[in-house]
């Protein structure tokens, strides 16, 4: 069994043994896969020729998609409910350059009520890009998308932002920083949605290490001596036997803990974005978002 | 009576010309305590080891021994596989870290990582051969490690080849495809050794496989069986919890960890992961037996004796594999046979092993963030909320990994379990709203602040928390009779904990968070302690 040369662009050879590698098989798991000089893999969605890729879809919804799906997942609604995503054959092509389906299209399998094609060369390789490229994009989990839907109900969700539950309004106003929050936003469901679940801040317990500049929603970290001095920054690290924090300059303090000492407080100012995640439902969460979006 | 048929049936199956050398079924039964021949140390899963010679009084005096970082050079390796000089190959390197358990065998230890295996001198840490596999590919996410037979070493690859080498030398006898990367599958499971059967298992969740467990012959690599995780015919238990063959083929549960034993029921433990496709369950409508799920296997036979299901029609990627420990111990006064689970769902559960009966159901993290189910049902199940399934909307929803495949600790001297845990909710939406979903089929996106994060001491008998300790969420554990639990932080400290308060009382900085379960031997009367962190196996002793 020969190896394949176009198997992955995580590929190096032996010689250059000393550079890191990014294994990783038919990508699957939304891991990067390094840019490298490799040998160019059809499977690999971002490597794949677009052009190629676009003459393939049409060749394929002309001459395919009627028994084997739009989306040549085959289907219920389909002549043949022959998924091409999953067909062993189709799979087996990874690597051969197309070679594979090319030679079965010109044979089909006539017993199966598989015509034959007469494509060129060039046309089979771009309708075996284009189902590359499908399978590409259910296996790769990094590239999917969210749809960006909107579903709930802007004035129930103008209700809650008021309300007693949400108490939204407490911290937040329409007019003040919401204000203009859609185009902020992109318009996108799970953006602002997103924004509702974590306050777009630092949420919770450690929050950040590093130099970033700290919002007025970072959480804060107060450490205070046995001898009762308070210093105050940003959380750093902590574990049973030292304290790290963040000084308002930047700089990085540490301390060790011995008997409990020095004490150590954050506080999170986003903390009732935490607290809400248990008390609203997720219609509650869906009309905020279709209210908020309403906030030009 | 038949029980005891069946473990002399087991014991025979050993060749007498291999019992001399290496490992055979009486250290498999019995591990000495100078050994460590399979995964988990020994059958049960439990990792506790009976040696004390570290304990509460002294183990403040433990100190390193040796360490040992990965050599990945391939050149002056053994090199395995099919091909030509000249050919391109995988070199995996760049984030190599120690997830697999090293068997230690008449003083060597055998150490794995993708593509890689190395024996060392557990004395010295020093190393006397080094294997490489030519690699197709895959994902490269983990090597569990070896199972050892007589003198012959058995392990997995990311491009699913079964791999057979000879421990004295390194060099290998034979090498066996299981399964085809260019499905979709990658391996990353230690081969479990039972009698004269090498039981391996796969992994692979982004096209939508079908999960499977097989036995190979020691000596030829000849398959001797196949379990498929999805029912095969009209008849079979649950087959009507898929909708149609096409559900069922593509219905995944993989078998990516070891299974555990018991030699006298005869048992095989096989915890199973999600259905595919992961997020998208509208094309598989129904419970999705067996995946998610304890399945209990006849080693010989590669037939099912029993199941549970603790994910029934999964959405949520909770991917049950997480290690079923044995155990035996009372249930409401009476001495029972038992198996206890902490699964990603949020859930941990105690199980009669000999019927696979459920005695306890109770939430392995704080129970707010458990939010994907409705309660238990009688059969102590959770009850999936369908309300949470992953939607083009979005839902809120916990707990995130509560833990993983690192393996969890029993010790009979606390009768606690020990876990790491973690617990969050986060938005899930579904991307593909096809009748026929492929692939994972769903993403999360950011979440608001998580729970608590680190290791649980749970009373077996009640669910209960005895003690937390905060830091370092899924990740390897190991009991002593020494009074003590072997663990981490997730800021690098390997620490010695108090087994019955939780309280550290011995640490470390190491150069990496540990990165697989610590393991413990008896080496000249000396008691050490192993640990793998990133690219460095650590081990440790009392300095006397």
Redesign the interface.
């Given at each position: 069994?020969?190896?394949?040369?176009y198997?992955?662009a995580?590929?190096?050879?032996?010689a250059t043994?000393a550079?890191?590698?990014?294994?990783?098989?038919?990508a699957?798991?939304g891991g990067a896969v390094g840019a490298t000089s490799?040998?160019v893999d059809i499977s690999q969605s971002r490597t794949m020729d677009q052009a190629a890729i676009d003459r393939g879809a049409q060749l394929f919804a002309a001459s395919c998609a009627s028994c084997h799906g739009a989306?040549a997942?085959?289907?219920?609604k389909t002549k043949t409910d022959v998924?091409l995503?999953?067909s062993?054959m189709v799979?087996?092509d990874?690597?051969t350059g197309g070679r594979e389906i090319a030679d079965y299209l010109k044979y089909g399998r006539p017993e199966k009520n598989m015509p034959k094609f007469d494509f060129t060369d060039q046309q089979a390789f771009d309708i075996a890009l284009w189902l590359h490229r499908q399978?590409a994009a259910?296996?790769?989990?990094g590239t999917?998308?969210?749809?960006n839907?909107?579903?709930?109900d802007a004035k129930a969700g103008e209700a809650f932002f008021n309300g007693s539950v949400g108490k939204c309004s407490t911290c937040h106003s329409a007019t003040g920083d919401m204000k203009g929050l859609a185009a902020r936003s992109n318009d996108d469901?799970?953006t602002i949605?997103?924004l509702i679940?974590?306050?777009g801040g630092r949420?919770?317990?450690g929050g950040g290490r590093g130099a970033a500049a700290p919002s007025p929603t970072a959480v804060t970290a107060t450490v205070t001596t046995k001898s009762g001095e308070a210093i105050k920054g940003y959380p750093g690290?902590i574990?049973?036997?030292q304290i790290t924090i963040r000084l308002p300059d930047g700089q990085m303090q540490s301390f060790l803990r011995i008997d409990g000492w020095p004490k150590y407080e954050t506080h999170?100012p986003?903390?009732a974005?935490?607290d809400?995640?248990?008390v609203?439902t997720?219609a509650d969460?869906?009309n905020l978002a279709a209210y908020l979006r309403t906030l030009k | 009576m038949i029980i005891r048929h069946i473990i002399l049936l087991s014991l025979m199956a050993f060749p007498a010309s291999i019992s001399a050398q290496g490992v055979d079924a009486q250290m498999l039964l019995h591990p000495p305590a100078d050994s460590w021949p399979t995964y988990h140390g020994d059958y049960t899963g439990r990792r506790y080891s009976t040696l004390d010679q570290i304990g509460k009084s002294n183990v403040d005096k433990l100190t390193l021994a040796w360490t040992y970082k990965a050599d990945l050079t391939v050149t002056g390796a053994n090199i395995g596989g099919e091909y030509k000089d000249g050919d391109p190959i995988y070199l995996y390197s760049g984030n190599a870290t120690f997830k697999c358990s090293a068997l230690l065998v008449n003083g060597v230890l055998y150490a794995t990582m993708p593509d890689h295996a190395w024996a060392l001198d557990a004395r010295t840490g020093r190393q006397i051969w080094h294997y490489f596999w030519k690699s197709e590919g895959g994902h490269h996410d983990g090597e569990r490690g070896f199972g050892m037979y007589g003198n012959w070493l058995f392990m997995e690859t990311a491009d699913n080849f079964v791999i057979s080498l000879d421990a004295s030398t390194g060099k290998e006898r034979w090498h066996k495809q299981i399964a085809d990367v260019k499905r979709g599958y990658f391996s990353t499971s230690a081969p479990l050794i039972v009698g004269n059967h090498v039981i391996v298992g796969t992994g692979g969740d982004n096209l939508d496989v079908q999960g499977f467990l097989e036995s190979r012959d020691p000596e030829t690599g000849e398959l001797q069986w196949k379990w498929y995780t999805t029912p095969q015919k009209p008849g079979d238990a649950g087959y009507d919890t898929w909708p149609d063959d096409y559900s069922r083929t593509h219905g995944g549960g993989m078998t990516w960890q070891p299974p555990t034993y018991d030699p006298e029921l005869n048992l095989v433990y096989v915890p199973t992961g999600n259905p595919n496709p992961v997020g998208a369950g509208q094309g598989r409508k129904g419970d999705n037996l067996f995946t998610c799920s304890v399945v209990a296997l006849n080693p010989d036979t590669g037939k099912m004796v029993w199941y549970f299901q603790s994910s029934p029609h999964d959405t949520h990627d909770w991917d049950s594999t997480q290690v079923a420990v044995l155990f035996d111990g009372t249930w409401n006064g009476q001495p029972r046979k038992m198996l206890v689970q902490g699964t990603r769902n949020g859930y941990f559960f105690v199980l009669d092993r000999i019927s696979g009966q459920n005695l306890l159901t109770k939430p392995l993290v704080d129970p707010e963030y458990v939010t994907w189910s409705k309660g238990i049902n009688a059969k102590g199940q959770p009850i999936p909320d369908p309300e949470k399934d992953p939607s083009i909307d979005g839902v809120l929803v916990g707990p995130g990994s509560a833990t993983n495949w690192q393996p969890p600790s029993y010790s009979p001297q606390t009768g606690l379990f020990y876990v790491g845990t973690s617990e969050a909710l986060s938005m899930d939406y579904l991307t593909d709203t096809d009748e026929r979903p492929e692939g994972y089929g769903f993403m999360g996106a950011g979440g608001g602040g998580a729970g608590r994060s680190g290791i649980r001491a749970i009373d077996y008998k009640t669910g209960t928390m005895k003690w937390f300790h905060a830091g370092g969420g899924a990740q390897g554990l190991m009991s002593t009779a020494g009074g003590l639990v072997f663990g981490g932080d997730g800021s690098q400290h390997f620490i010695a904990f108090d087994s019955e308060t939780g309280k550290p009382l011995w640490h470390t900085s190491l150069l990496a968070n540990h990165s697989n379960g610590p393991q413990t031997y008896l080496l000249d009367g000396k008691q050490f302690v192993l640990v793998g962190a990133g690219d460095t196996l650590y081990a440790f002793t009392l300095n006397q």
């Open positions: 069994m020969p190896l394949s040369k198997l992955t995580a590929i190096f050879l032996l043994s550079l890191p590698s990014f294994a990783q098989g038919r699957g798991r490799a040998p989306n997942r085959g289907g219920s998924d995503i999953r062993p799979l087996d990874l690597g399978i259910a296996s790769e989990r999917y998308q969210r749809l839907v909107f579903s709930g469901a799970s949605q997103g679940v974590s306050g949420g919770g317990r690290s574990d049973d036997w999170n986003l903390q974005h935490v809400l995640q248990f609203y997720d969460i869906h | -």
